[in-house]
């Protein structure tokens, strides 16, 4: 839904274009709010009333504004943003304009331009050419053009389709008590369909899927060509390779559910072989590394990014220790994506959800109910929570997939 | 008024314009010194003569050329380029003649007394093909009276004078249907008795009459019928042949610009 402000004036009532205006929104399948109305007392004086016009789209919107228009309509003086150079680098303008996920627009010039990779607790640069790209603190450059206030920045909510959509079925409330098969098989359906209409899927995961044994029904997915970029952490990387060179994830056999001899530090010889060779990719070239999910992105050339964390063991060559170069790194492999997974994993889940547009559509998998939850309360929206066993949730995903 | 000088069809810029079907040059200036010699010597009305000018044919029907109250001329812009080399010269005429020139904005397009006619104290102000809405309020401003937009929606009633024609206090010829529903309900509530003509009388220009008192000037194509009609309300129609400016979309009312408020 869009909207714009406009302003009818003169003698309006008397000469019913003031009706004419509403009947005639009504009858393009606009809506339309009266935010105010002045009329005149004496039959001299003008009357005024400002309206806000609402359509589906920008486009239908036009046409409404442009008939409008030839009934007089103004649209509101709709300011241009007011930019302001940045005063250092990494430091917005005290006012800058903090953005949102939902989609944007700028007024640069007297045009709307949509404000490019829009995310969440950024700011706005606008180039020299108009175009408006969010930009987060780390990019920000000294002299940077910056729009401060929230005069002509536009933001449009997202609209609930009117015919019923696959993603449909999301976006109720988290619950641990739902069927969660058929949310699966709707899922799997979406999935079909991001891959037809030759999108990407994100999959965001956390070292539960190793932990609970998902791993090979991860493995699964991106060899089938259902995964096209994976984020994850050390943890993830390191008991997937864990497992795949000793069986073990954190000790534990996977084939038994019991407790390796000595199994406490297979992790750790894990990244010791992995770090012996330089890196993932190097050690599958030298075929150290021969079955698993990190395997797997290497030889189907899905890209992945390692964000390191503080509480790390080694880490693994690949892992970004830098967060602010994780995340432009993981901002760059977001191009693209419209369906993001997020599996057993929460500080990666919540720092994805933050880089996220509102229009990508997001599917959470957690057993912990809170973890679903406090996604939701950031501001991720188009999404749905299953409170699920990470294991349970992949195993019915690939069967759905056929995979 | 302005001589027919240099009148012919240079371009076409409204349904009745043909480029095939040019005026008679001696049969228009015929006509048009008939329907001068009405209204100077039957009417003994004192008539303003703008000079004709080359280039710019259609200077003849000065109803266009702005909208008078008292000594000022609120100057049009016409919305076709064509027509727009007739501002400068209407302008120096006017401000010789000692008038004050209010300029609308050029963003909006106003052609004169073509689409904004006063009935009593109310004008009633035609837009969509040639004025534009917004113009309204101004002219309310600058008039300090009630203006009231209504859309026309028949392109070859593309003038509020083609299709609205103020007689008195009570009383307008109108065809409804050059109106949309709109401004049908407003001038059935502005006008007490609004007369209605036909079609076919609406093609001849009925509606494009110049109205004196109880004369009513008018191209002589009207149907006996409203002749009768007109005559029952107490009008005189004075029947003038304009069929060679008829050519061009206009008739006796686009002929002329009132200079002064009628008696």
Known sequence: ?403 | MCRPTHYAISYEINPWMSLARQAHPARARAQWQRLHDVLARALRLRIRLLPPSPGVPDLVFTANAGLVAGRTLIRSNFRYPQRQREQPLVERYFRKAGYRIVRLPARYDFEGEGDALWFGRTLVFGFRFRSDEPVHELLASHLGARVLPVELADRRFYHLDTCFCPLDERSALWYPRAFDRYGRRVIEHVVPNPIAVSQADALQFACNAIVLGRAVVAHAGLSPGLRRRLARRGFTVYPVDLSEFLKAGGAAKCLVLRLSPPP
């Open chain 1, 1 to 403: 839904m869009t909207s714009e402000v406009i302003r009818v004036s003169g003698h309006i009532i008397d000469s019913l274009i003031l009706p004419k205006i509403l009947d005639e929104i009504m009858d393009l399948n606009g809506t339309f709010e009266i935010l105010h109305i002045a009329i005149g007392t004496r039959k001299t004086d003008p009357s005024q009333a400002r309206l806000r016009v609402s359509a589906a789209s920008a486009r239908h919107l036009e046409q409404i504004l442009q008939r409008l228009s030839r009934l007089g309509a103004v649209r509101e003086a709709a300011q241009d943003a007011r930019l302001r150079r940045a005063p250092r680098d990494g430091v917005f303008p005290a006012d800058f304009y903090s953005t949102t996920n939902l989609p944007t627009d700028v007024r640069v010039r007297g045009r709307w331009r949509t404000v490019e990779r829009i995310e969440m607790d950024c700011g706005i640069v606008v180039a020299a050419s108009g175009r408006a790209r969010c930009t987060p603190f780390a990019d920000v450059r000294k002299g940077d053009r910056v729009v401060c206030g929230a005069d002509g920045v536009r933001v449009s909510p997202l609209e609930r389709g009117r015919s019923p959509q696959v993603f449909q079925f999301m976006g109720s409330a988290v619950s641990s008590e739902k069927p969660k098969l058929q949310l699966i098989y709707r899922l799997a359906e979406e999935m079909r369909a991001v891959r037809r209409a030759r999108r990407k899927i994100l999959v965001v995961a956390g070292p539960a899927v190793i932990h609970t044994a998902g791993g090979p029904y991860l493995e699964r997915l991106i060899r089938a060509g259902f995964v096209n970029v994976l984020f994850a952490g050390n943890g993830l990387a390191t008991h997937d390779i864990e497992s795949a060179l000793f069986g073990t994830s954190l000790g534990v056999r996977l084939d038994h559910g019991v407790a390796a001899q000595d199994g406490h530090d297979h992790h750790m010889r894990a990244i010791n072989a992995i770090r012996a060779c330089g890196g993932i990719r190097q050690a599958v070239r030298r075929r150290v590394l021969r079955r698993g999910i990190m395997h797997a992105c290497v030889v189907r050339r899905v890209p992945f990014v390692l964000g390191g964390s503080v509480r790390d063991d080694g880490p693994l060559p690949d892992v970004v220790t830098d967060t602010l170069e994780a995340q432009t790194l993981m901002r760059r492999r977001l191009h693209g994506v419209a369906l993001a997974l997020m599996v057993g994993s929460t500080l990666h889940a919540i720092a994805t959800g933050n880089l996220l547009p509102a229009t990508v559509r997001t599917v959470c998998v957690d057993i912990n109910p809170a973890v679903v939850t406090k996604l939701a309360d950031r501001g991720t929206f188009q999404g749905i929570g299953i409170v699920s066993d990470a294991e349970a949730f992949l195993r019915e995903l690939c069967r759905a997939l056929r995979v």
